[in-house]
Each structure stands twice: as structure tokens, then as C-alpha cells.
């Protein structure tokens, strides 16, 4: 996930302004310097599904037969893909309208490994960019909101 937001970062234009990797959901505030960002989206889950699916099948993951098999029901149920579905199909875009809008947002995303009992605190959290918005390095850079 990091590897593939660094690289559209770096070379498709992606604006990150905030993100949040839990086990099972990403939450992000992405912008597109080139009004591409469904482009983006797109390119990231597409990239993202084949790596996911390329590691589950090469590790000796006890979950390894029910996590393909799940995914390959949920391709089945539609014609976009032809033999894993790892994404869901849609996303929950909002526009941030206000400077409010966009805090409450922000919080929201990093409070999420908070919420889910993972951290204490935000920024304890590897797989955000909470760390960054304390002046922490993070595990990669972002494009600051604020």
C-alpha cells in the first residue's frame, strides 16, 4: 500500500493529504494535481488487488484457500474482474467544503487505529500519517493539509 502511494505520488500526480491503513479498510484524503484522481484510484486498487493476491497465494497463510476462495466469489459477482475482487467497488468520496470539514475528517482518520484498540495515541501508529502532523517522521511523506 505504502509503495504503491509513493510511486502514484511521485509519478501520477497524487496529492496525499492524510491516510490510515487498517487491517481491513484504508481511509485517505487524496487529491490529483492533474484532475486525474479517479485515474489514480483506479491505477492504486488495480496494482494493489494483483499484489495482495500475488502474496496471499505465495505464503503459507492459514487463511491462504478461504481468503482466495472469497475473493474469487466476489469477481464472479461481477464483470469487471475475471478472477479475484479484493476492493470493493465503490468509495466514499466527500468533498471538504471547509477548513472545519476537513479537521473533523482528519481526526477522524487517525483516531481510527484508536478507536479499533490497536494504539493509545494517533501518532503510535505505523501505518498513518497522524505521525507526520506532529512533526514525527512518518513512513513516507505527505502533502500537508493544514
Known amino acids: 500500500m505504502i509503495e ?5 505520488r511521485s509519478n501520477k500526480g497524487l496529492q496525499i493529504g492524510a491516510y490510515v491503513i487498517m487491517s481491513n479498510h484504508i481511509h485517505s484524503i487524496w487529491t490529483a494535481t492533474n484532475n486525474n484522481l479517479s485515474d489514480i484510484v483506479r491505477d492504486f486498487k488495480t496494482y494493489t488487488s494483483k499484489a495482495i493476491t500475488a502474496s496471499i497465494e505465495a505464503e503459507p497463510e492459514s487463511r491462504r484457500d478461504w481468503l482466495l476462495y472469497m475473493f474469487r466469489f466476489y469477481a464472479s459477482r461481477t464483470a469487471a474482474n475475471d478472477n479475484f475482487k479484493v476492493w470493493t467497488g465503490n468509495n466514499h468520496p466527500e468533498e471538504l467544503h471547509s477548513e472545519s470539514f476537513l479537521r473533523t475528517k482528519l ?3 487517525h483516531d ?3 478507536r479499533g484498540g490497536l494504539v493509545a495515541e494517533p501518532s503510535h501508529y505505523l ?9 514525527k517522521k512518518g513512513l513516507m511523506d505527505i502533502d500537508f493539509l493544514l
Do not use: F, L, R, T
Open 127 to 135: 501505518y498513518s500519517s497522524a505521525a507526520n502532523y506532529e512533526g
Open 4 to 8: 504503491s502511494m509513493q510511486y502514484c
Open 107 to 109: 481526526n477522524y482518520i
Open 112 to 114: 481510527n487505529p484508536v
